[in-house]
């Protein structure tokens, strides 16, 4: 089965969430707080030697996706065109896949209250895929800081680092497909 895979670039990410808002946009996701990509930032250190580390994650389209082991009804599958983990229409609201993602990818959210929220992800924009496109995360980056495409390719162009400063979980317990280019910090 094909693999895509995304690359992040720690060195050039500016936190602008560009990314986050094509997203919301191109998926017609509702406003509020379900986000299928975030920007988070950690520093570290103290003044004046501070060290700030951006991730931009969404879904990692794992090799071994604890969302979709965990969901009781079968509602994520890995589909084979692409190797995208991608939620079904069978949510029960049980939030076992919420759970079991150490990446915090599965969302939960609802305007109604009076409705259960299903569970919503990024899906790697699988129809701009379809078209030959980028995701609109990637293609909406001043900084270029995303990229997705073939694993290899990914790999044969930005290396296989695999894990990333700044709360990243551990990638042995997934094997998401992510590569990283980390930021580096000379003589902090």
Known sequence: MPQYAWHFDQ??????????VACKDWNHVAFGPAKWR?????????????????LSIGCNHCDEPACMAACPVDNIIKEEKY???????????????????????????????????????????????EKGLKPACVVSCPQRALDFGPEEEIVAKYGNVRQAEGGFADPSLTKPNIVFTPRKYVGV
């Open 38 to 54: 975030r920007v988070t930032s950690r520093e570290e250190g103290a003044y004046p030697l501070i060290k700030v580390f951006n």
């Open 83 to 129: 190797g995208l983990v991608i939620p079904l229409d069978k949510c029960i609201s049980c939030k076992q896949c919420k759970a079991a993602c150490p990446y915090d990818v599965p969302q939960f959210a609802t305007m109604d209250p009076n409705e259960l929220p299903v569970m919503e992800k990024c899906t790697g924009c699988i129809d701009r895929l």
């Open 11 to 20: 060195a050039v990410c500016m936190q602008c969430r560009e990314c986050m």
